[in-house]
């Protein structure tokens, strides 16, 4: 009997990566599916399992296929290449999927998908490496260009922008975290509950959770338990980065500031601005795409966050219809190449190239530039960023602040608690890391502050 993705993981998790070669973006084409199928329990978490694995160790696993197959793999069908990785995935990375499992799935699927004359080839490779695999040579750590490249499955470019940024052995850290699934994080909604009285709530459906080191609302799932997470229509919490999360705590936001919140979607630090100022602030939160003006929307009314107008514009054209030096505060989250978080966004590895970065930087520049009239005098700017380049962050700092003499840099330390110092450089921009605070993502910020005129 021929399956269907609604009723194999395997079918779906091929099919998810098969619309992500075409340019579809993982997490929205794995929601779709699994809203659609009538996959349950372990099978949806095997078809997750899959999708961000193979993506995420992609340059790993064509290694160690380049060992036992004879053709170069750039010359193989898509299709065929598509199915080895799965199959190589679940050989090197899944203990409790045994091999012949492993292998035969794979090979059946090819025959479903009409690859009958890919076979036999398929099985000769996937039961080669499972012969070889404790013999493959992986580069050891000393080479760290190849041990990033291979190992911790990054492109060539992506490679010399982590060496370029850290010594080697906070380089080879950092893509070892890289190279490991995300933490699954949540922001308590301090409009509703608080962090203690909810972590309970965990433990008692079921969930094992700890607190943040250093997001106040912070919650960070270490295993979850077979129900749903309680509090989710009522809207007790938002899956958030704890890195996202520190964006809001750094604009120090009060009640009965103006704020405007730049290319605000899908909403969480809106919202959690809208916590932070106690629902007391009035916030502009600005998007480019009607669609996630609606997001914006539908998260404030779950949240219970009041007081946020949420409109559209591309900020390529400055806001003209906005008063100059009104803003109290300014959060520009800025559309970047999402270098820091490869984790949760795995095809970003093998569709950006170090030309998008440049492009990108241009595009952030141009909005910082447009944003900027509106601050005013004593109000602060901070620009944000879920990217780690150096063009993308220092580059745009110095550009701005060379063009625009009355905004100074505020060092971000002066108003943060002594617990965060070391997620902040010597020049006081927050710089975050995976594999040195709490599993976060990379995140950069630098605030400016209009000086009075």
């Given at each position: 009997?021929?399956?269907?993705p609604?009723?194999?993981?395997?079918?779906?998790?091929?099919?998810?990566?098969?619309?992500?070669?075409?340019g579809?973006?993982?997490?929205?084409?794995?929601?779709?599916?699994?809203?659609?199928?009538?996959?349950?329990?372990?099978d949806?978490?095997?078809?997750?399992?899959?999708?961000?694995?193979?993506?995420?160790?992609?340059?790993?696993?064509?290694?160690?296929?380049e060992?036992?197959?004879?053709?170069?793999?750039?010359?193989?069908?898509?299709?065929?290449?598509?199915?080895?990785?799965?199959?190589?995935?679940?050989?090197?990375?899944?203990?409790r999927?045994?091999?012949?499992?492993?292998?035969?799935?794979?090979?059946?699927?090819?025959?479903?998908?009409?690859?009958?004359?890919?076979?036999?080839?398929?099985?000769?490779?996937?039961?080669?490496?499972?012969?070889?695999?404790?013999?493959i040579?992986?580069?050891?750590?000393?080479n760290?260009?190849?041990?990033?490249q291979?190992?911790c499955?990054?492109?060539?470019?992506l490679?010399?922008?982590?060496?370029?940024?850290?010594?080697?052995?906070?380089?080879?850290a950092?893509?070892?975290?890289?190279?490991?699934p995300?933490?699954?994080?949540?922001?308590?909604?301090?409009?509703?509950?608080?962090?203690?009285?909810?972590l309970?709530?965990?433990?008692?459906?079921?969930?094992?959770?700890?607190?943040?080191?250093?997001?106040?609302?912070?919650?960070?799932?270490?295993?979850?338990?077979?129900?749903?997470?309680p509090?989710?229509a009522?809207?007790?919490?938002q899956v958030?980065?704890?890195?996202?999360?520190?964006?809001?705590?750094?604009l120090?936001?009060r009640?009965?500031?103006?704020?405007?919140?730049?290319?605000?979607?899908?909403?969480?630090?809106?919202?959690?601005?809208?916590?932070?100022?106690?629902?007391?602030?009035?916030?502009v939160a600005?998007?480019?795409?009607?669609?996630?003006?609606?997001?914006?929307?539908?998260?404030?009314?779950?949240?219970?966050?009041?007081?946020?107008?949420?409109?559209?514009?591309?900020?390529?054209?400055?806001?003209?219809?906005?008063e100059?030096?009104?803003?109290?505060?300014?959060?520009?989250?800025?559309?970047?190449s999402?270098?820091?978080v490869?984790?949760?966004?795995?095809?970003?590895?093998?569709?950006?190239?170090?030309?998008?970065?440049?492009?990108?930087?241009?595009?952030?520049?141009?909005?910082?530039?447009?944003?900027?009239?509106?601050v005013?005098?004593?109000?602060?700017?901070?620009?944000?960023?879920?990217?780690?380049?150096?063009?993308?962050?220092?580059?745009?700092?110095?550009?701005?602040?060379?063009?625009?003499?009355?905004?100074?840099?505020?060092?971000?330390?002066?108003?943060?608690?002594?617990?965060?110092?070391?997620?902040?450089?010597?020049?006081?921009?927050?710089?975050?890391?995976?594999?040195?605070?709490?599993?976060?993502?990379?995140?950069?910020?630098?605030?400016?502050?209009?000086?009075?005129e």
């Amino acid at each position: 009997m021929t399956s269907r993705p609604d009723d194999s993981p395997r079918r779906a998790a091929y099919e998810i990566l098969q619309r992500v070669d075409e340019g579809a973006f993982a997490d929205l084409v794995l929601d779709t599916v699994l809203q659609r199928s009538r996959l349950e329990g372990r099978d949806r978490g095997l078809v997750t399992e899959l999708v961000y694995g193979v993506l995420r160790l992609r340059g790993r696993l064509d290694f160690a296929l380049e060992q036992f197959c004879k053709q170069p793999l750039g010359r193989l069908q898509p299709e065929v290449l598509r199915l080895l990785r799965l199959g190589a995935y679940q050989l090197l990375e899944l203990d409790r999927v045994p091999a012949h499992a492993a292998v035969g799935t794979t090979v059946e699927l090819a025959r479903e998908l009409g690859l009958p004359q890919a076979t036999g080839f398929i099985n000769g490779v996937l039961r080669a490496l499972e012969r070889g695999r404790a013999q493959i040579d992986w580069p050891p750590p000393e080479n760290i260009r190849r041990y990033l490249q291979h190992v911790c499955s990054m492109p060539v470019w992506l490679t010399k922008e982590l060496m370029r940024l850290l010594p080697n052995a906070e380089a080879r850290a950092f893509g070892e975290a890289l190279a490991k699934p995300a933490p699954y994080s949540l922001r308590v909604n301090r409009l509703k509950t608080d962090r203690q009285h909810f972590l309970q709530q965990l433990l008692e459906a079921g969930h094992q959770a700890r607190a943040c080191r250093y997001a106040p609302d912070g919650v960070i799932i270490e295993k979850r338990g077979d129900g749903r997470l309680p509090g989710d229509a009522e809207g007790l919490y938002q899956v958030q980065d704890q890195a996202s999360m520190l964006i809001g705590y750094l604009l120090n936001v009060r009640p009965g500031q103006k704020i405007l919140d730049c290319c605000a979607a899908p909403g969480g630090k809106t919202t959690h601005l809208a916590a932070l100022s106690e629902n007391r602030a009035e916030i502009v939160a600005l998007e480019k795409y009607p669609q996630r003006v609606e997001l914006i929307e539908r998260g404030a009314a779950r949240l219970g966050c009041l007081r946020i107008s949420a409109k559209e514009w591309d900020l390529g054209e400055p806001p003209l219809f906005l008063e100059e030096q009104s803003f109290d505060r300014i959060l520009l989250d800025a559309p970047c190449s999402g270098l820091g978080v490869l984790r949760r966004n795995p095809e970003s590895r093998w569709s950006k190239s170090a030309v998008n970065i440049r492009e990108l930087a241009e595009l952030q520049r141009e909005i910082l530039f447009h944003v900027a009239p509106l601050v005013k005098p004593n109000g602060k700017l901070l620009y944000s960023l879920c990217s780690f380049s150096k063009a993308e962050t220092d580059d745009v700092v110095e550009q701005f602040l060379e063009t625009h003499p009355q905004f100074e840099l505020e060092d971000l330390r002066e108003a943060s608690p002594a617990g965060w110092a070391e997620l902040f450089t010597d020049r006081g921009t927050l710089r975050s890391y995976p594999h040195q605070h709490d599993g976060m993502d990379a995140f950069f910020a630098a605030c400016f502050r209009r000086c009075c005129e």
